[in-house]
Nanobody
Framework: VQLQASGGGLVQAGGSLRLSCAAS????????MAWFRQAPGKEREFVAVISWSGTRTYYADSVKGRFTISRDNAKDTVHLQMNSLKPEDTAVYYC??????????????????WGQGTQVTVSS
């Protein structure tokens, strides 16, 4: 699976962005998909995950209630809708794929495939 993330940009605090991750490969619909982020000088951290079927999702406490992960298996795409953005959300955002389709996969090491990252910058 090859992943291509897009949709990042510069936004003011309180604003919204929608990230997209386009996947190539015949088995996208069987993969669990997640978003991680990495701020300068910090470890890569889990943001959200969605199961292969789209019926189960899980969010990091820091984004719960503000971010929504979704997927469209017909279009081999996963999205991250980010609302009420805060300066502390500033990071490079990465999409990742887990071949086992798990919504329980929340560590970077659980994921075999990664996109190239898209920069999100939230100004105060």
């Amino acid at each position: 699976v090859q992943l291509q993330a897009s949709g990042g940009g510069l936004v003011q605090a309180g604003g919204s962005l929608r990230l997209s991750c386009a996947a190539s490969g015949r088995t996208f619909s069987t993969y669990g998909m997640a978003w991680f982020r990495q701020a300068p000088g910090k470890e890569r951290e889990f943001v959200a995950v969605i199961s292969w079927s789209g019926t189960r999702t899980y969010y990091a406490d820091s984004v719960k209630g503000r971010f929504t992960i979704s997927r469209d298996n017909a279009k081999d795409t996963v999205h991250l809708q980010m609302n009420s953005l805060k300066p502390e959300d500033t990071a490079v955002y990465y999409c990742a794929a887990d071949r086992y389709g798990r919504s329980s996969a929340r560590a970077a090491g659980d994921y075999e495939y990664w996109g190239q990252g898209t920069q999100v910058t939230v100004s105060s």
